[in-house]
């Protein structure tokens, strides 16, 4: 089916992308694969290419409001490449939009020029050793010095994506206890520079998939974070929070609908490639049935996200929206990747063909940004259940 969700200037920008994408990506990703970490500076070559400061108001470098489309196509054509932008998505997509909703004018001079430059890079850390989903738990505690100048930092985050390429970390930590009426309550949003003394690195994680991109332990000891550097109001942590998770779920189903696409592709072309008993395996009616189930799968979820993408644009795009979103797609996907990898048989389980890093780096998509079973306690919520 046709898209209608883009225009000429959208097309314009696709190709663009995918010429960065093939001259300076596509050469270096396996090394940035067996490096576990993306080269910093394509960052800053992104930033001169106009794509870090999305939403970055232009005074400051940036593009201006500007539709979620952009980074939509972005996901796309590196799904088509077979590759993957570091931790890119996260720090433009994610984590961007907590300070342009919540900086303030002192804080968007000191920090957006860098950001829109490629300079400065984001990361976000929620997610502890004994608290995944369940925000309400985070132990990671910032108390005000003697002073009243500094937050005094403590405690410690696991599963950070992108970290060792970043300059600024958001860190979610509790300014004041939790009460009985209410766990979430004291919450708050320090942004953290990652050279600052105390901030460690512990083990660089090793993943299944997603190896272009560093996932971190990191640690706070007696971090003094300047109080200029509170994002939004002090306590009022997990609503932000709440808030910016509809874009990051919105964002992991629709790279996950281009990494299904490309799938797609990807067995497509081998089939037609692979002779089998004197033919193309193509020209087995089970590969014929496998492609066409997955086709419509794929085109099902294609307009849900299109859709989500339309209502985000409008600033309508609800949490229970992004739920669905993310729980029907990634779970599409992890289906319609695995059929495509089965269709390549043996070769689909080597990492030289381009469905085996789809498969892997697909596995995650159901468990970050929030699990299936949470997508679907949201979801249900809504239903009013």
Request: overall charge negative.
């Amino acid at each position: 089916m046709k898209r209608s969700i883009f225009n000429e200037d959208h097309e314009a920008f696709r190709a663009t992308i995918r010429e960065f994408i093939a001259k300076k990506v596509k050469p270096h990703f396996e090394q940035w694969e067996r490096d576990n970490l993306t080269d910093r500076e394509v960052f800053r070559k992104l930033g001169a290419l106009g794509v870090m400061g999305f939403g970055i108001p232009e005074e400051y470098g940036g593009t201006g409001d500007i539709s979620y489309k952009y980074q939509v196509i972005i996901s796309e054509e590196c799904a088509q490449a077979a590759v993957a932008l570091g931790h890119y998505g996260v720090s433009t997509g994610i984590v961007l939009p907590y300070l342009l909703n919540l900086a303030n004018e002192e804080q968007k001079q000191r920090w957006f020029p860098g950001i829109a430059s490629g300079d400065i890079m984001l990361c976000v850390a929620m997610t502890e050793p004994g608290t995944g989903s369940d925000l309400a738990g985070i132990r990671t505690n910032a108390k005000l010095s003697e002073d009243g100048k500094h937050y005094i930092l403590n405690g410690a985050k696991t599963f950070i994506t992108g970290a060792r390429n970043s300059e600024l970390c958001v860190v979610a930590a509790r300014t004041s206890p939790a009460t009985a009426e209410d766990r979430r309550a004291g919450l708050s949003l320090l942004v953290v520079p990652t050279d600052s003394e105390g901030f460690a690195f512990g083990r660089k994680l090793e993943k299944i998939g997603l190896r272009s991109s560093d996932t971190n332990e990191i640690s706070f000891t007696d971090v003094k974070v300047p109080v200029e550097n509170l994002l939004g109001a002090e306590g009022k942590g997990f609503s932000y929070l709440g808030h910016n998770l509809a874009r990051e779920r919105l964002q992991i189903g629709a790279v996950a609908a281009a990494n299904a696409t490309a799938a797609i592709q990807f067995a497509k072309e081998y089939t037609q490639q692979r002779t089998v008993f004197g033919k193309p395996v193509a020209l087995f009616q089970n590969t014929k049935f496998v492609l066409a189930e997955c086709a419509a799968e794929v085109e099902a979820l294609q307009a849900l996200v299109d859709k989500a993408i339309e209502l985000e644009d409008a600033h309508e795009l609800t949490p229970a929206d992004a739920a669905k979103v993310k729980l029907f797609g990634t779970e599409v996907a992890g289906r319609v990747i695995d059929k495509c990898l089965q269709l390549h048989g043996g070769y689909g389980y080597m990492l030289e063909y381009p469905i085996a890093r789809l498969y892997a780096d697909t596995r995650v998509n159901r468990i970050y940004g929030g699990t299936s079973e949470v997508m679907k306690t949201i979801i249900a919520k809504d239903m009013g259940l």
